[in-house]
């Protein structure tokens, strides 16, 4: 079974503050990417990565940066933590040339105070 | 640009029914379409995909219909469960990214 874990269920920081939110994928795949979800929005790609020290932006990078010094770990920083980064993030991973199939994590609610 | 878009925001089924899910899409350019269900708690799971030449595609309980002409797609789910019980997403793969649509909750009579 794929295996896509979020380091954390819930997370609250405060406006300003540095965030980490790290994902660990264990099949070996290539491809990862990060996602928030919110209400009435969907999930909305923010940055992907195709291989280690690779990172392309998605389409709502503005606010957020990505590190990928692993193939199975992918973080997203948030360098400065906003109230409008309050969200459901949520990590995937696929192998080296499939994209319509990707496997998620369970997805990490940040709130910022 | 692109934009997936369901009809209904929620959809209520009786178990034991076969549910509609319906969507709708904009650009005819997408190589493929494609089905996620997420469960209360979970990521999104990947259900089914269809190829743009494609009218159809059947996988287990679930048929998906292509229409191109009026560009709707639908995902048919037979015979629901209660563990059918989700949010489905309807999204369209464009330059290998995912584009979601907004999501369909279904929810299960007894």
């Known amino acids: 079974d794929v295996k896509v874990t979020q380091s954390s269920r819930y997370l609250v920081k405060r406006t300003g503050e540095k965030v980490f939110l790290e994902c660990v994928q264990d099949m070996d795949h290539e491809n990862m990417f990060w996602y928030r979800q919110d209400p009435g929005l969907g999930l909305r790609l923010i940055y992907f990565?195709?291989?280690?020290?690779?990172?392309e932006k998605g389409d709502i990078p503005e606010g957020y940066s990505v590190s990928r010094e692993k193939k199975e770990r992918f973080s997203l920083i948030l360098e400065s933590a906003s109230t409008n980064q309050t969200s459901m993030y949520l990590c995937?991973?696929?192998?080296?040339?499939?994209?319509?199939?990707?496997?998620f994590g369970p997805g990490t609610r940040l709130t910022v105070l | 640009g692109e934009s997936v878009g369901l009809h209904l925001p929620t959809l209520s089924v009786q178990e034991g029914d076969n549910s509609i899910i319906n969507c709708a899409y904009s650009n005819s350019a997408s190589d493929y379409f494609i089905w996620y269900k997420q469960e209360s708690g979970k990521g999104p799971q990947f259900i089914i995909d269809?190829?743009?030449?494609?009218d159809k595609r059947q996988g287990q309980r679930v048929t998906v219909l292509l229409n191109k002409t009026v560009k709707h797609l639908s995902l048919q789910i037979a015979a629901t469960q209660p563990g059918d019980s989700a949010v489905y997403f309807c999204a369209v793969n464009r330059d290998d990214k995912i584009i979601f649509g907004k999501g369909t909750r279904l929810h299960i009579l007894p």
């Open positions: 990565s195709y291989d280690v020290k690779m990172k």
């Open positions: 269809i190829r743009s030449n494609m």
């Open positions: 995937a991973s696929s192998p080296l040339d499939i994209y319509n199939e990707q496997f």
